[in-house]
């Protein structure tokens, strides 16, 4: 049993340097060789004009498809949900708490 204690250090020491250096292998092959990071191309045209809040770009159109019906029927639910009085999670279990505490 002394003798496989004694192996332990040696043991994890070789493990440990081996997973660093298959590592620092992984590293350098996931870098990669074009050294110009890659910018995105401007989506906005500067117009020129400056506002104390920051420059003015004009934005291309934006394509929205929505159905109305279902739209009407969110709009009507929030409306509902605002409406009602705010309640508990458990407030219909309350009384029931309140008796067998009683």
């Known amino acids: 049993m002394n003798r496989n204690v004694r192996h332990v250090p040696r043991t994890l020491a070789a493990l440990t340097f081996a997973s660093t250096i298959a590592l620092a292998a992984l590293g350098i092959a996931g870098v990669s060789a074009d ?3 890659r910018t995105r191309p401007l989506v906005g045209d500067f117009t020129g004009e400056v506002l104390p809040q920051g420059p003015v770009y004009r ?3 934006v394509l929205v498809v ?3 019906s279902v739209e009407l029927a969110r709009i009507e639910r929030e409306e509902r949900a605002a409406a009602r009085p705010l309640e ?3 407030a219909a279990t309350w009384p029931h708490i309140a008796e067998e505490v009683a």
Do not use: H, N, Q, V
Request: hydrophobic share 40%; with cysteine; net charge neutral.
């Open 35 to 37: 050294p110009a990071p």
């Open 59 to 61: 934005l291309p159109p």
């Open 66 to 68: 929505a159905d109305r």
């Open 88 to 90: 508990c999670a458990f």
